[in-house]
Antibody, heavy 122, light 110 residues
């Protein structure tokens, strides 16, 4: 059973960088059959796709966040990470990591982390 | 910013059939598979339907979905109290070169 767990600071100051890590257990992040992604959800709002990464390092980003976001992968630790720079109040959200099967364009997120609430302070 | 449009709410009494629409364009639903997620408030989304109409193991058969052109729909037959949740469609958009989620629909069991 694949499990994902987000970790990182729950409070980030405005203009600073949000950093989260997703640790994968129960399966190898470098198996090649999955992409690994980040999705966020502001309080009381809907889901927003942030981006995805393949074990090779190939990345896809939401164009609205592309200038501020970096997703990286560490196969030796079975982890992938999210960095979002210059955060503002609009970046406050629950951040989910998820496994994506079936390819990046035709795939689906079948396993999700429990989510990590990130609050932005002024 | 969602490019997939869903009705904000839907409701029904236990046992009824409820349908949720997801409207897109030729750059997303018209070209790529649609997936559906169920989210009980306070919990992470769960995959409900993948690749247009496939149910993951463990998802009851009362959940079904279909696509037609640039639209998709999710149907819940025999509505149950535990189906009260938010539902999101999702796909890939070639114009954005990224994943997109629907606006979400809150299903209420009356």
């Amino acid at each position: 059973q694949v499990q994902l767990q987000e970790s990182g600071p729950g409070l980030v100051k405005a203009s600073e960088t949000l950093s989260l890590t997703c640790t994968v257990s129960g399966g190898s992040i470098s198996s090649g059959s999955s992409y690994w992604g980040w999705i966020r959800q502001p309080p009381g709002k809907g889901l927003e796709w942030i981006g995805s990464i393949y074990y090779s390092g190939t990345t896809y980003y939401n164009p609205s966040l592309k200038s501020r976001v970096t997703i990286s992968i560490d196969t030796s630790k079975n982890q992938f990470s999210l960095e979002l720079t210059s955060v503002t109040a609009s970046d406050m959200a629950v951040y989910y990591c998820a496994r994506q099967r079936g390819g990046v364009r035709s795939g689906y997120h079948d396993y999700w982390g429990q989510g990590s609430l990130v609050t932005v302070s002024s | 910013q969602s490019v997939l449009t869903q009705p904000p709410s839907a409701s029904g009494t236990p046992g009824q059939r409820v349908t949720i629409s997801c409207s897109g364009t030729s750059s997303n639903i018209g070209r790529h598979p649609v997936n559906w997620y169920q989210q009980v408030p306070g919990t992470a989304p769960q995959l409900l339907i993948f690749t247009n109409n496939q149910r993951p193991s463990g998802v009851p058969a009362r959940f079904s979905a279909s696509t037609s052109g640039t639209s998709a729909s999710l149907a819940i037959s025999g509505l149950q109290s535990e189906d009260e949740a938010d539902y999101y469609c999702a796909s890939w958009d070639d114009s954005l070169n990224g994943g997109v989620f629907g606006t979400g629909t809150k299903v209420t069991v009356l």
